[in-house]
């Protein structure tokens, strides 16, 4: 398999830890959609990443059906509950995790516009979806170890990159005093080998 991914991006991040905690093997071609010569948009025509190239030449892309490719290997440990509603409800983490996240990206690229086009309202926007979905998070972390069940869960997974996304672009946002259990989930998440090896760069 290969996995594009930017080594910055959030969403890329999270399939190769899933990767990681299954042990899978495969070539990281490492490609930021934002470069003029990237080569994204051949294997994904959205250009973004991460876009999983298998070893038949079929294509995934977008994070959860990335996931959900990865996960229908049935390649252990599993990260998704065999019961279907019990699935629903880890993918539901998934895509909460995954908005925080949409916002502190829409968040960054706003920040990151010229003088007199950019907009402190949407900024602002932006982080008030950051605050209510890690409000909702913090609520269902709330006396457990994991965010659904006694294991490891795809919806672990992606909150932790959520959180570590903020102390990338939002060091300042202050979440670990606000949010102390998801605190404590991020500081149990942060010292596995798959979220310590795919730390990403500064800038």
């Not at 959030?10 to 830890?17: D, E, F, G, M, W």
């Not at 899933?18 to 994904?44: G, M, Q, Y």
């Not at 990338?168 to 259990?181: C, E, Q």
């Not at 404590?184 to 942060?190: C, K, P, S, V």
């Amino acid at each position: 398999m290969k996995l594009f991914a930017s080594l910055t991006s959030p969403y890329a991040r999270k399939i190769r830890i899933l990767l990681a905690e299954k042990a899978l093997p495969f070539e990281l071609v490492v490609d930021s959609p934002w470069e003029v010569n990237t080569r994204v948009p051949e294997v994904n025509p959205l250009g973004k990443v991460p876009a999983l190239v298998t070893e038949g030449g079929e294509v995934f892309f977008d994070s959860p059906v990335v996931a959900g490719y990865l996960e229908a290997l049935n390649v252990a440990p599993h990260m998704l509950p065999g019961d279907p509603l019990e699935r629903v409800r880890v993918r539901q983490v998934e895509a909460l995790a995954d908005g925080v996240t949409d916002a502190a990206v829409a968040a960054l690229l706003e920040s990151r516009r010229p003088d007199g086009e950019r907009s402190d309202r949407e900024i602002g926007r932006q982080k008030e979806k950051i605050d209510r979905g890690l409000a909702e998070l913090e609520r269902r972390a709330t006396g457990r170890t994991w965010m659904h069940g006694d294991s490891l869960t795809l919806g672990d997974i992606a909150v932790g990159v959520a959180l570590a996304y903020l102390d990338l672009r939002f060091p300042d946002h202050g979440w670990r005093t606000r949010y102390p259990s998801l605190a404590q989930l991020a500081e149990r998440l942060f010292a596995r080998e798959s979220f310590a090896s795919t730390v990403p760069p500064m800038g």
